[in-house]
């Protein structure tokens, strides 16, 4: 046995001018940043990318040396930290961990 859904009525338009369908400020939605989201134009996402790239094999030759550099260890600490916010104002969540690994792995040898 089949139960009757309500359904809506939609209204018909008026027969006044057109300009009474535009929607008025009130009615769209506000396109203001909020604090979870901020926008950023689209070559920062490679921009960042490449930079975590070359930090990414700096890192790997200063901390493959048996002696590494502190001094150049602590600038690519610098620049990974950097690049944390980076990554977390862009909203790549994802990269969060492999760049706190990163930042931890640096710290070990400071």
Same mark, same amino acid.
């Given at each position: 046995?089949?139960?009757?859904?309500?359904?809506?009525?939609?209204?018909?338009? %008026? +027969? /006044?001018?057109?300009?009474?369908?535009?929607?008025?400020?009130?009615?769209?939605?506000?396109? @203001?940043?909020? !604090?979870?989201?901020?926008?950023?134009?689209?070559? %920062? +996402? /490679?921009?960042?990318?490449?930079?975590?790239?070359?930090?990414?094999?700096?890192?790997?030759? @200063?901390?493959? !040396?048996?002696?590494?550099?502190?001094?150049?260890?602590? +600038?690519?600490?610098?620049?990974?930290?950097?690049?944390?916010?980076?990554?977390?104002?862009?909203?790549?969540?994802?990269?969060?961990?492999?760049?706190?690994?990163?930042?931890?792995?640096?710290?070990?040898?400071?």
């Amino acid at each position: 046995m089949l139960t009757p859904v309500p359904t809506k009525r939609w209204k018909r338009p %008026s +027969a /006044g001018p057109a300009e009474s369908m535009v929607p008025t400020a009130a009615e769209m939605p506000c396109d @203001a940043p909020t !604090e979870e989201f901020f926008a950023a134009p689209a070559s %920062s +996402a /490679g921009e960042v990318a490449d930079v975590l790239r070359r930090t990414t094999l700096k890192a790997h030759h @200063a901390l493959k !040396e048996t002696h590494p550099n502190l001094e150049t260890l602590r +600038a690519i600490r610098a620049e990974v930290t950097g690049l944390e916010g980076d990554i977390e104002r862009l909203g790549l969540r994802g990269l969060g961990p492999f760049i706190g690994s990163l930042r931890r792995r640096i710290e070990s040898f400071l």
